[in-house]
């Protein structure tokens, strides 16, 4: 693709503005890890939401879907629509719960919830499995995103496509901590969404707008069933790639049963750490709920518009062997004019630095807060873990350059992901509201998945590239995973009175799951707020009620479009009346005992 001056220029003020930002708070990251990682927990809700969406909207995520798209339509995007629903209830369930923790990671909740040496082991096992081997896989399927665009716009080869992709973001994240991140997120968020805006706006144009669009696909895809088929926001019936029976196991189980990063069961990972930096608990929740709208109603359709346009401009995407996911990036090349592929090279650029950067900064307080200072060096100054923090940057930045060298596919990651994860749902959802659940739970959820991972993909050879097989690798990793834990918690001790009655005067749980420790604290009874879960409900609804709505409107589906838009706005009203987010009242709120009183 070829740039002129105005397009270097834009990129080059870009990453000019990347740097500065990062480089204004390397004086604030440095003065302990609570401002490294966690920027004092004095962050804005809207600041906290918006590095959310600025995360999961990385260089991976338009190619991702373009490629989703591309093989099977715009109802292939249920793969990750399917997660509204967890992310609501993290929204109103768990975010003032893990906000209220007061911990820095949420590996560091582990030894919170539980006591002893297997919660020990669990929060050192976790700090070096998420923050290497899962953390790696993460950061190359981003890289490898970029690595393509570099490729096909600029010629650059894989190596050194990979030391360019990562040498500007390490930089300022290992100097700036948290608060580099947070705000060049929003300055990148920016930049990002313009940039797919307009190639979404020029690819329409170039194909006759929408109009053009579906008079092509139902020129060129009239065996796949035309444009009626391709723009279906749910599958067909019979479809073979997602029948009935798939569909309705990813709207039932995925989003609760399976871990995914940014739509953990619960929250925790990145979406926990931005939790945990906001300035109250009202803050965290409206961060998580505009994260979740957001992500949802904000950002998909342009990219879905530029995969119809690639699906008209280049039909031989289709084809066996061809790579799908690279048709974002033709469109690209093809309607571009000059100035507007400086513009978008940035967003691409913008995209990939603010995922990155999050995933370098929580990866390396996984390394430093749960392994290095837990178990090797746990009385150093807080200026010596603040170096270790940035040279710990480093090694993880090498790691995801090594994971994108071994990679090919950006989506299959994602799937391997939903499948490496599948069963340690519900452990993570129950951990909160059961008194039961102790630290054997969590390891035996976690190597049981683990385990069945490896039999069904190698041994019984499902491929988790293929949703068919993706479902019936959830269903019965979800079984087996969810009978494996429940059988050794009962067959375990139950974690101790003083480590339960620690834990609820901190968080102060809801529900009948903690009744025992209740009765022995002498507090009555509660019972689940029957407002969050109002709130939960008007919550999926606006989302689905926009995302289709939005989606029909742009395919002049005006009566459909303006139903789907007026429920939305009916549940957001009601979520506006409803709206709670404020801790409870102060008598409710036990003190902790003292050191020595437990």
Same mark, same amino acid.
């Given at each position: 693709?070829?740039?002129?001056?105005?397009?270097?220029?834009?990129?080059?003020?870009?990453?000019?503005?990347? *740097?500065?930002?990062?480089?204004? $708070?390397?004086?604030?990251?440095?003065?302990?890890?609570?401002?490294?990682?966690?920027?004092?927990?004095?962050?804005?809700?809207?600041?906290?939401?918006?590095?959310?969406?600025?995360?999961?909207?990385?260089?991976?995520?338009?190619?991702?879907?373009?490629? =989703?798209?591309?093989?099977?339509?715009?109802?292939?995007?249920? *793969?990750?629509?399917? $997660?509204?629903?967890?992310?609501?209830?993290?929204?109103? $369930?768990?975010?003032?719960?893990?906000?209220?923790?007061?911990?820095?990671?949420?590996?560091?909740?582990?030894?919170?919830?539980?006591?002893?040496?297997?919660?020990?082991?669990?929060?050192?096992?976790?700090? *070096?499995?998420?923050?290497?081997? #899962?953390?790696?896989?993460?950061?190359? &399927?981003?890289?490898?995103?970029? !690595?393509?665009?570099?490729?096909?716009?600029?010629?650059?080869?894989? &190596?050194?496509?990979?030391?360019?992709?990562?040498?500007?973001?390490?930089?300022?994240?290992?100097?700036?901590?948290?608060?580099?991140? +947070?705000?060049?997120?929003?300055?990148?968020?920016?930049? %990002?969404?313009?940039?797919?805006?307009?190639?979404?706006?020029?690819?329409?144009?170039? #194909?006759?707008?929408? /109009?053009?669009? %579906?008079?092509?696909?139902?020129? @060129?895809?009239?065996?796949?069933?035309?444009?009626?088929?391709?723009?279906?926001?749910?599958?067909?019936? /019979?479809?073979?790639?997602?029948?009935?029976?798939?569909?309705?196991?990813?709207?039932?189980?995925? &989003?609760?049963?399976?871990?995914?990063?940014?739509?953990?069961?619960?929250?925790?990972?990145?979406?926990?750490?931005?939790?945990?930096?906001?300035?109250?608990?009202?803050?965290?929740?409206?961060?998580?709920?505009?994260?979740?709208?957001? @992500?949802?109603?904000?950002?998909?359709?342009?990219?879905?518009?530029?995969?119809?346009?690639?699906? !008209?401009?280049?039909?031989?995407?289709?084809?066996?062997?061809?790579?799908?996911?690279?048709?974002?990036?033709?469109?690209?090349? /093809?309607?571009?004019?000059?100035?507007?592929?400086?513009?978008?090279?940035?967003?691409?650029?913008?995209?990939?630095?603010?995922?990155?950067?999050? @995933?370098?900064?929580?990866?390396?307080?996984?390394?430093?807060?749960?392994?290095?200072?837990?178990?090797?060096?746990? /009385?150093?100054?807080?200026?010596?873990?603040?170096?270790?923090?940035?040279?710990?940057?480093?090694?993880?930045?090498?790691?995801?350059?090594?994971?994108?060298?071994?990679?090919?596919?950006?989506?299959?990651?994602?799937?391997?992901?939903?499948? +490496?994860?599948?069963?340690?749902?519900?452990?993570? +959802?129950?951990?909160?509201?059961?008194?039961?659940?102790?630290?054997?739970?969590?390891?035996?959820?976690?190597?049981?998945?683990?385990?069945?991972?490896?039999?069904?993909?190698?041994?019984? @050879?499902?491929?988790?590239?293929?949703?068919?097989?993706?479902? *019936?690798?959830?269903?019965?990793?979800?079984?087996?995973?969810?009978?494996?834990?429940?059988?050794?918690?009962?067959?375990?001790?139950?974690?101790?009175?003083?480590?339960?009655?620690?834990?609820?005067?901190?968080?102060?749980?809801?529900?009948?799951?903690?009744?025992?420790?209740?009765?022995?604290?002498?507090?009555?009874?509660?019972?689940?707020?029957?407002?969050?879960? #109002?709130?939960? =409900?008007?919550?999926?609804? =606006?989302?689905?009620?926009?995302?289709?709505?939005?989606?029909?409107?742009?395919? %002049?589906?005006?009566?459909?479009?303006?139903?789907?838009?007026?429920?939305?706005?009916?549940?957001?009203?009601?979520?506006?009346?409803?709206?709670?987010?404020?801790?409870?009242?102060?008598?409710?709120?036990?003190?902790?005992?003292?050191?020595?009183?437990?």
């Amino acid at each position: 693709m070829r740039l002129e001056w105005l397009d270097w220029a834009i990129i080059f003020i870009y990453f000019l503005g990347s *740097l500065a930002i990062g480089l204004l $708070f390397t004086g604030r990251a440095g003065k302990n890890l609570s401002e490294f990682f966690l920027s004092g927990r004095d962050v804005p809700w809207w600041l906290a939401g918006t590095s959310m969406v600025a995360t999961t909207f990385a260089a991976d995520t338009p190619l991702a879907v373009a490629g =989703l798209v591309i093989k099977n339509g715009v109802a292939a995007n249920w *793969l990750w629509w399917s $997660f509204v629903m967890g992310g609501m209830l993290t929204v109103f $369930f768990f975010a003032r719960l893990w906000r209220r923790s007061e911990v820095l990671t949420d590996l560091e909740f582990i030894e919170l919830r539980y006591g002893g040496r297997p919660a020990a082991l669990l929060r050192g096992f976790r700090s *070096l499995y998420m923050g290497i081997a #899962i953390n790696s896989i993460i950061m190359g &399927w981003v890289t490898l995103a970029m !690595v393509k665009i570099l490729g096909l716009t600029m010629g650059i080869d894989k &190596w050194h496509a990979v030391f360019f992709c990562f040498a500007v973001t390490g930089f300022y994240t290992m100097l700036s901590g948290l608060w580099g991140v +947070l705000v060049t997120d929003a300055f990148q968020f920016v930049i %990002k969404m313009t940039g797919c805006v307009a190639l979404a706006i020029f690819g329409l144009n170039a #194909i006759g707008g929408i /109009d053009g669009l %579906k008079a092509s696909l139902d020129t @060129h895809y009239a065996a796949k069933g035309g444009a009626d088929a391709i723009l279906a926001l749910t599958p067909a019936f /019979d479809s073979p790639w997602m029948p009935i029976g798939t569909f309705l196991v990813l709207v039932s189980i995925g &989003w609760w049963a399976s871990w995914y990063p940014g739509a953990e069961p619960g929250g925790g990972g990145y979406v926990a750490q931005r939790v945990f930096s906001s300035r109250t608990e009202k803050d965290s929740l409206l961060a998580t709920l505009w994260f979740t709208v957001a @992500h949802y109603c904000l950002r998909p359709w342009p990219w879905i518009l530029v995969a119809l346009v690639a699906l !008209v401009l280049h039909p031989e995407l289709t084809a066996p062997g061809a790579d799908p996911e690279t048709g974002y990036i033709r469109v690209m090349i /093809d309607v571009l004019p000059f100035g507007w592929r400086g513009l978008m090279l940035a967003a691409f650029a913008a995209a990939y630095m603010s995922t990155i950067a999050t @995933h370098l900064n929580w990866g390396t307080s996984y390394l430093i807060n749960d392994f290095y200072r837990r178990f090797l060096r746990t /009385d150093a100054s807080e200026n010596h873990y603040v170096w270790a923090s940035r040279l710990a940057t480093i090694l993880v930045m090498v790691l995801g350059g090594l994971a994108t060298l071994n990679m090919d596919s950006i989506s299959g990651a994602w799937q391997l992901m939903l499948a +490496l994860g599948a069963g340690t749902g519900p452990v993570y +959802l129950l951990r909160w509201y059961w008194w039961r659940v102790n630290a054997w739970s969590e390891i035996s959820a976690q190597g049981c998945a683990l385990l069945s991972y490896v039999v069904l993909s190698y041994w019984l @050879h499902l491929n988790t590239d293929n949703p068919n097989d993706l479902a *019936l690798s959830l269903v019965i990793s979800v079984t087996v995973t969810t009978a494996c834990w429940l059988v050794v918690t009962f067959l375990t001790q139950p974690e101790t009175p003083a480590v339960l009655e620690r834990f609820y005067r901190r968080i102060h749980p809801e529900g009948p799951g903690w009744k025992p420790v209740r009765n022995r604290l002498g507090l009555p009874a509660t019972s689940f707020s029957l407002s969050a879960t #109002i709130n939960w =409900l008007c919550g999926v609804v =606006l989302v689905y009620g926009f995302l289709f709505g939005v989606g029909k409107l742009i395919f %002049k589906e005006w009566l459909t479009g303006s139903l789907f838009v007026g429920v939305g706005l009916v549940a957001g009203l009601l979520l506006v009346r409803n709206f709670q987010g404020f801790a409870p009242p102060a008598d409710e709120r036990l003190p902790e005992p003292a050191v020595g009183e437990e």
